[in-house]
């Protein structure tokens, strides 16, 4: 009995130890270790015999006659909308095993290769290479996966309030890091202007950080005229904490949107969600306005801790890194540039606050 006992556990270690030697190699193909495309392996249970099954290129279900291009303008749950070349709107799926292979999940703004079956129904075949995109973290479960909010943008248009609900400097410091990172000009709108006499002193020291800044009031229509003019000819994502009045924004630029508004809870100072996903719209003189959902966070997860430190905007006159240490964290070390920068009044204690929690974020 103690012999079969020790030989089922030994086959159950090497199906263990078999397991551990598995690769990805999917992933080894796309960064060209692999030569050829990758095969699937079948094994039998005690990893013997195992059976080749080569893995079919998504392309090669469609012959280029029964393929179309446009442009992605909604996304849902398995399923997607997209212009074609040809004007018409239509509705696309996107199967998981596609996915897979390819990489990625379509995004509002992608440029995408659609397979027509013979019944007239569309399926997502490729994805084009993207010349731009704005990421955010992936769900709860896969925090550390990145999804794309937008892709092949030319800028990020930043809404934010002065009050109802309070400008945040955290969410605008990581939109900020965000453009900087994709290399994408940074416009902030500074909406509700009307309900304040003047502007804090604390949110223009963040103003001078951003390529453009308008100042704005769905109520009176001040920088109306001015964002018209920055958002023609150009693609632009819009995003914003729920309630800053994003939608009622989008809706003076695009009055065919007629996107739903909200209002700020009295209970916490914070916005309902009105926008649930991302959208395309055509600007009437030209040029594409992408809406994403009112999101309370973006990840910024390529910049580990030190490269958060020496890169984060305002920090350093002409970004140069002049703290004593080159490992400085800013937290407690001495010859800190930042830290005397805060205490001389120098650096707002807010924006300081700001860096802080998104340092430990990145735990």
Known sequence: MNSRNENEKGARVSRRENRAKRVNAMEMWEKGVLDE?????????????????????PVSDFSEECTVEGLVQEVHRRTFEVRLETGETVKAIYRATVVDELGEFPAVGDSVVLGVTPAGEYSLVKVNPRRSELKRPGPRDRIREELTLAANIDQV????????????????????????????????????????????????????LVDCFIPFSCKTGEGAEELKRITAGKVSVFSGKSGVGKSSLIN??????????????D???????????????????????????????LGILDLDKHELARSFPG????????????????LSEPGCAVIRAVESGKLSRPRYESYLRILNSKD
Not at 37 to 57: A, D, T, Y
Not at 165 to 191: E, I, Q, T
Request: proline share 6%; hydrophobic share 40%.
């Open 37 to 57: 495309r990758p095969v699937k392996e079948r094994w039998s249970r005690e990893f013997k015999n195992p059976r080749l099954k080569h893995l079919k290129n």
């Open 157 to 208: 248009i930043l809404v934010a309030s002065v009050e109802q609900p309070s400008f945040s400097y955290g969410f605008a410091d990581r939109f900020l890091l965000a453009a900087n990172w994709n290399h994408l000009p940074l416009v902030m709108v500074l909406n509700k202007i009307d309900l304040v006499s003047e502007i804090p002193h604390e949110i223009l020291d963040f103003v001078k």
């Open 252 to 265: 003076r630029l695009v009055p065919s949107a007629e996107l739903r508004t909200g209002f700020v809870r």
């Open 267 to 297: 209970k916490d100072g914070k916005g309902r969600h009105t926008t649930t996903s991302s959208s395309l719209l055509n600007l009437p003189d030209g040029g594409m306005v992408i809406d994403t959902p009112g999101i309370r966070a």
């Open 315 to 330: 920090f350093f006159e002409d970004d140069l890194f002049t703290c004593k240490y080159g490992d400085c964290l800013h």
